[in-house]
């Protein structure tokens, strides 16, 4: 532990985050150990009553954004935690759509600052778990949670996913998934729990995430057999789950085709 790194003493987000890129020694640590102390010690457990995690190659933000605005528009309160930013910090950690105030994270930062004690938390682990503080504190119905890099042994994976969604997966960070397609997705199945429903972007997921879910008694929805999506040649498409009638729904508005893909997970997940 750096010894000369001191707590801002202005109440300043810019001068917390500063701080926060200085705590640990590390940029990345994939120890939840660490993680998860603070997280019990904060009394997080559970932040939401429905939890859903998002993880994958493609189309991670895209689809937990679009899982959170369709149940913000049946009538639930929303937590949405996705990574990096592009601008604002504030935009990682949003409540009903709304990037919370530089003041709740302030807060937060407080009270993970005086829980964590001793223990060292990298920029990442300090977001995840100041969403995590803000989703109990408003009282969200439903948090949303974008996996930051892999998912097995990312920040987000402390908390237990009711809901399971794998968007595309390809070759990505292989220092520290692995260089196959196979052990990159084992290692994105993990976020899937006991008991949970897993929905795949993928019609031919891989065999990591059959197994992982076989594994887990997770029940299974696979694009293209529990749930199907057509585009239609005016730019809308349909969607149909299980048995149920197919619907035809507006372009989604954003651009590229794969983006119907996201779009029909996302639809599962609701």
């Not at 059959?210 to 969607?239: M, P, Q, R, T, V």
């Amino acid at each position: 532990i750096q010894k000369d790194i001191i707590m801002p003493s202005q109440p300043n987000l810019q001068s917390w985050l500063t701080y926060l890129e200085a705590i640990h020694p590390l940029s990345m640590d994939f120890k939840l150990a660490r993680i998860q102390t603070v997280y019990e010690r904060m009394n997080l457990s559970k932040i939401a009553p429905l939890i859903i995690t998002v993880a994958g190659t493609n189309g991670k933000g895209s689809t937990s954004t679009t899982i959170a605005n369709l149940y913000y528009a049946h009538g639930k309160k929303v937590g949405l935690f996705t990574s990096p930013h592009i601008t604002r910090f504030n935009e990682r950690i949003r409540i009903n759509l709304c990037e919370v105030s530089d003041e709740l994270l302030i807060e937060a930062f407080k009270a993970i600052e005086i829980a964590r004690e001793e223990i060292t938390l990298t920029y990442f682990e300090f977001a995840t778990l100041a969403a995590f503080y803000l989703f109990k504190r408003e009282a969200v119905d439903v948090a949303v949670l974008e996996v930051g890099l892999g998912g097995r042994l990312d920040s987000t994976n402390i908390a237990d996913a009711d809901i399971a969604v794998i968007t595309p997966i390809g070759i990505d960070h292989t220092a520290q998934l692995g260089n196959t397609i196979t052990k990159i997705a084992a290692e994105k199945a993990g976020i899937i729990k006991m008991n949970a429903k897993v929905i795949t972007a993928e019609a031919t997921p891989n065999i990591s995430i059959i197994e992982k879910a076989k594994a887990e008694k997770a029940a299974l929805f696979i694009n293209d057999h529990a749930y199907h999506y057509e585009i239609l040649s005016n730019g809308e498409f349909s969607y149909q789950f299980k048995d149920n009638a197919a619907i035809t729904l507006p372009a989604p508005n954003l651009l590229g085709q794969h983006q119907y893909q996201n779009a029909a997970a996302a639809i599962t997940a609701l």
